[in-house]
């Protein structure tokens, strides 16, 4: 099953970089949420997403959006990377790697001949509104491009 446009969004419940317990239902009809899966902390591509979504945090706070960053690294690796950055929203650790399959976000195999990990998320972008429905996807089969960040604030606008 894959998720569309107009889907409810499915729950989850994370431990956030601060070993504190996140769910997106906690965010209905609070805010819209902007759920980021990357494949993986301190790599180049993941780096300058989750800082270019830092940096222009004030767009997402004046869209009334949450950003939720979600990779399947230990909660303890993301804390330390989370710190060195300083990130200004939650980077959720997915380690036992349900959350990402649930979305549709997942690699079975990353980078096959060269790496070969298994179960890895897929930079993913969701936009999801304050009634929990999904209103924008993006998937990206190829790791070293970002998400579109227009199409994402222009989704979060139209909410």
Same mark, same amino acid.
């Given at each position: ?5 107009? &889907? ?32 993986? /902390?301190?790599?180049?591509?993941? +780096? ?6 830092? &940096? ?10 949450? /950003? ?14 989370? +710190? ?14 349900? /959350? ?19 179960? /890895? ?16 996807? +993006?998937?990206?089969? &190829? ?17």
């Amino acid at each position: 099953m894959s998720l569309k446009i107009g &889907d409810i969004a499915p729950n989850f419940v994370l431990k956030s970089h601060k070993l504190e317990d996140i769910s997106l239902k906690q965010f209905n009809d609070k805010s819209n949420v902007l759920i980021l899966f990357f494949p993986f /902390v301190n790599t180049a591509t993941c +780096e300058k997403e989750l800082c270019t979504i830092r &940096d222009g945090m004030s767009k997402y706070n004046d869209l009334n959006a949450q /950003v939720l960053a979600i990779s399947v690294d230990s909660p303890f690796s993301q804390k330390l990377w989370a +710190e060195k950055n300083g990130f200004n929203f939650p980077v959720l650790s997915d380690f036992n790697k349900e /959350v990402s399959q649930l979305y549709g976000a997942y690699y079975d195999n990353f980078a096959p001949g060269k790496f070969d990990y298994k179960g /890895v998320a897929k930079r993913s972008a969701f936009v999801v509104d304050k009634s929990g429905i999904i209103r924008y996807i +993006e998937i990206l089969e &190829d790791p070293s491009t970002e998400p579109n960040y227009e199409s994402i604030q222009k989704a979060l606008a139209e909410l």
